[in-house]
């Protein structure tokens, strides 16, 4: 059974950090694509960030560049988002999407989804 996990989301205040996790099973996590994608309250899905199956490529949205890391462990099955100096507008549901294979970027669909995890910024 395949099943993509988050965790790691919670309340912090602006300027704050989080991690947050993606734990992956049921499949062969180090042959696809992660993503986050977040989904904010009102709004539709939004790209936020993707790496390629050996963690060598990795990809941002211009609204988070420079704020936030993404990682992965294929030992694990873990992909990671580092997210530093977190704004009120980054308030979101995160989640974790997998794909097959290696892209340019990011794949036009994703075949796995997590139910993501609640990140909060706000004073």
């Known amino acids: 059974q395949v099943q993509l996990v988050e965790s790691g989301g919670g309340l912090v205040q602006p300027g704050g950090s989080l991690r947050v996790s993606c734990a992956a099973s049921?499949?062969?996590?180090?042959?696809?694509?992660m993503s986050w994608v977040r989904q904010a309250p009102g709004k539709g899905l939004e790209w936020v960030s993707g790496i390629n199956t050996g963690g060598g490529s990795s990809y941002y949205a211009d609204s988070v560049k420079g704020r936030f890391t993404i990682s992965r462990d294929n030992a694990k099955n873990t992909a990671y988002l580092q997210m530093n100096s977190l704004k009120p507008e980054d308030t979101a549901v995160y989640l974790c999407?997998?794909?097959?294979?290696?892209?340019?970027?990011?794949?036009?669909?994703?075949?796995?989804w997590g139910q993501g995890t609640q990140v909060t910024v706000s004073s």
């Open positions: 049921g499949f062969s996590f180090s042959s696809y694509y």
């Open positions: 999407a997998a794909e097959y294979g290696v892209y340019d970027v990011q794949p036009r669909k994703y075949t796995y």
